[in-house]
């Protein structure tokens, strides 16, 4: 018998049919004898929906009423389950984050997990029931509700499994685990049987929307078990293995060096010409950049013989608007000779653990590409990654070319 957490995205409870799937699911695995703790989101839409009816109220919602109002999303969800699974004869109990409780600190909107206290959901467990916990939300120190921000619900499923010292956490998704890339996008994509947990960071970092990044982050620290499955085959029938994540390095001769090529389309860039090459140019540009929020991912300075630099830097799209504008503001007292931006570029990565070992990746990944006509414009590395932008209406065929190039097909 083991202690399993299971945690259920929105699409998987995306219907009162597929909230009624997932009991059927869960009591397969209960009937095996196993403890679970479920993690559920709320139903797919219902987090937007809220966020719109909030926006109707107030035009920029007061956060910590705009948390009371989106965490009843999930609280709906725990509900329904619980009641779908005493439906079948399974004994369950609903908790809200508050209940567990999940304490965090007062950041709303976008909250931080301090502590779990897992004494009542134990108690259920050795009393044979199914313990259904909200995802995404808590309580602060003084009771205040609390959401915890893109990708919270993974982010509660694997604290939990932490928190319980779970033998594994399983993420049931609308795919039946990690694949080497978007199947969409190039069909002979295979599913992983297994990934290690620096390879799943940087995918997940690099636009891979299986996990969010947060929650790998977390799984990794507290050396938390994640397995990814899907949630939308038939219940009954038996399940596939998903893909592993683990903290263990593969040592098969047969392990390819790349894992996988990820991709993002949400990216901008932006150049500021001709500035005093000198000590602190860097900070004069990218500090009001960092002071109106605005995360920075690749940098590039280019320096001319003339005493100048220019200085290139990407940013997600939706923050390519603010980020446009301070440039400008600063532009005089820089020194600038002007600006350029671009936002019709990706960024398309090759990432593996194996490259550590295998010199010439980045040759032959710039070859593949120089040899399909496509430009690179920038370029960014890590000991397991490789990362270049490109003109954006050469991101499937980049993806393509790449997934092929490092036998992936």
């Keep these: 018998m083991a202690l399993i957490v299971q945690k259920y995205g929105g699409t998987s409870v995306g219907s009162p049919e597929r909230i009624k799937n997932v009991a059927l699911r869960v009591a397969k695995w209960k009937k095996l004898g196993h403890q679970l703790v479920i993690v559920v989101s709320a139903m797919s839409g219902e987090t937007n929906r809220l966020v719109a009816l909030s926006k109707e109220v107030q035009a920029n919602p007061d956060p910590r009423e705009l948390d009371v109002v989106l965490s009843t999303g999930e609280q709906v969800t725990i509900g329904l389950l619980a009641m779908a699974l005493k439906d079948i004869g399974v004994e369950a109990k609903s908790y809200t984050g508050g209940q567990v409780k999940v304490l965090t600190d007062s950041a709303f909107t976008k909250a931080r997990i301090l502590d779990i206290d897992e004494a009542a959901m134990r108690a259920d467990l050795e009393a044979g029931a199914v313990v259904v916990v909200a995802g995404f939300q808590g309580v602060d120190e003084a009771g205040n509700i609390t959401t915890l921000g893109r990708g919270g619900s993974d982010t509660t499923g694997v604290a939990l499994a932490a928190a319980l010292k779970a033998d594994e956490c399983q993420i049931y998704t609308d795919v039946d685990g990690v694949y080497t890339t978007d199947p969409r996008i190039v069909p002979e994509a295979r599913r992983l049987d297994t990934i290690t947990f620096e390879e799943m960071l ?103 013989s003339d005493g100048s630099t220019d200085f290139s830097f990407t940013v997600g799209r939706g923050d390519y608007a603010k980020a446009l504008a301070i440039l400008e503001k600063v532009k005089d007292s820089i020194k600038a000779r002007g600006i350029t931006a671009d936002n019709k570029i990706c960024k398309v990565s090759a990432v593996g653990v194996g490259m550590r070992s295998h010199p010439g990746i980045a040759s032959q990944m710039f070859r593949s590409l120089a040899e399909e006509g496509i430009n690179i414009q920038m370029i960014s590395t890590s000991e397991i990654k490789i990362s270049v932008v490109v003109d954006e209406k050469y991101l499937e065929l980049a993806v393509r070319v790449l997934h092929k190039a490092f036998g992936l097909d």
Excluded: H, W
Aim: aromatic share 4%; no cysteine.
């Design 202 to 304: 940087e995918m997940a970092s690099l636009g891979s929307k299986v996990l969010q990044i947060r929650s790998v982050e977390f799984a990794g620290k507290y050396k938390v078990k994640l397995r990814v499955l899907s949630s939308l085959g038939d219940p009954r029938e038996e399940e596939g293995p998903g893909t592993l994540i683990t903290l263990e390095e593969p040592n098969s001769m047969e392990q390819p060096i790349i894992s996988g090529i990820a991709f993002s389309r949400d990216e901008a860039k932006l150049t500021v010409l001709g500035v005093p090459d000198k000590p602190g140019i860097a900070y004069q540009i990218l500090g009001p950049i960092a002071e109106a929020n605005v995360d920075v991912d690749m940098i590039i300075q280019n320096v001319g």
